[in-house]
């Protein structure tokens, strides 16, 4: 009974947090996932909606990366800090400039989102099946902006062109790098896979 009643609880504060999903009069929700943002130091847990517009994440609750919730309403500071973290996010998806496959823990259920403004964003699902069908809608719904990266690196980069880009002198050395270490699935989001760089 005890665990019927969390259930019933959890399903109720899902239902009036997806109540305050604020959608515009032509927008349409195209799917919906529960996911976690990733930042270097904490986790976000929330839902990632797929409108035919924008992208909303809908934060509810932060985590260490050792599954503590964190609680800073200690001070003022803190609870600043907080806000900021539970702030609710949105994307337009003509903003939205590149798409990866990402693993979190080596487990493939991570994707990650790069944005005209230089932003990135990197988000885990709750197992591959759900991070494949939130990248396919998001494909479909064919952002004009958008490169979809869901293959082999070797053959993003072999597509991409960098290495006569760098050949020829038209990019720096670390644009270079920066653009592998991105093609090879390294992310400044999660520190168990911060770029790397030749000494």
Same mark, same amino acid.
């Given at each position: $009974? %005890? /665990? #019927? =009643? @969390? +259930?019933?609880?959890? $399903? %109720? /504060? #899902? =239902? @009036? +947090?997806?109540?305050?999903?604020?959608? #515009?009069?032509?927008?349409?929700?195209?799917?919906?996932?529960?996911?976690?943002?990733?930042?270097?130091?904490?986790?976000?847990?929330?839902?990632?909606?797929?409108?035919?517009?924008?992208?909303?994440?809908?934060?509810r609750e932060v985590r260490t990366h050792d599954s503590k919730?964190?609680?800073?309403?200690s001070t003022k500071k803190s609870e600043r800090a907080l806000a900021r973290l539970l702030k609710d996010r949105r994307w337009?998806?003509?903003?939205?400039?590149?798409?990866?496959?990402?693993?979190?823990?080596?487990?493939?259920?991570?994707?990650?989102?790069?944005?005209?403004?230089?932003?990135?964003?990197?988000?885990?699902?709750?197992?591959?099946?759900?991070?494949?069908?939130?990248?396919?809608?998001?494909?479909?719904?064919d952002p004009p902006n958008m490169n979809a990266y869901g293959m082999h690196p070797s053959r993003v980069l072999e597509r991409s062109g960098l290495t006569q880009l760098?050949?020829?002198r038209e990019i720096s050395n670390f644009d270079y790098l920066m653009a592998l270490n991105t093609i090879a699935g390294r992310t400044y989001n999660d520190l168990t896979q911060y770029p790397v760089f030749p000494w």
């Open positions: $009974a %005890a /665990a #019927a =009643a @969390a +259930a019933a609880a959890a $399903a %109720a /504060a #899902a =239902a @009036a +947090a997806d109540n305050k999903l604020q959608l #515009a009069s032509q927008e349409e929700v195209v799917c919906q996932s529960s996911c976690t943002m990733v930042t270097p130091m904490v986790l976000t847990v929330g839902q990632l909606t797929l409108t035919t517009t924008h992208l909303h994440f809908d934060a919730k964190v609680d800073l309403t337009e998806l003509t903003h939205l400039r590149a798409l990866y496959f990402r693993r979190y823990q080596l487990r493939r259920n991570a994707l990650e989102f790069f944005f005209m403004d230089q932003t990135n964003y990197f988000f885990i699902f709750e197992n591959e099946a759900a991070r494949r069908a939130m990248y396919k809608r998001i494909v479909k719904q760098w050949r020829r």
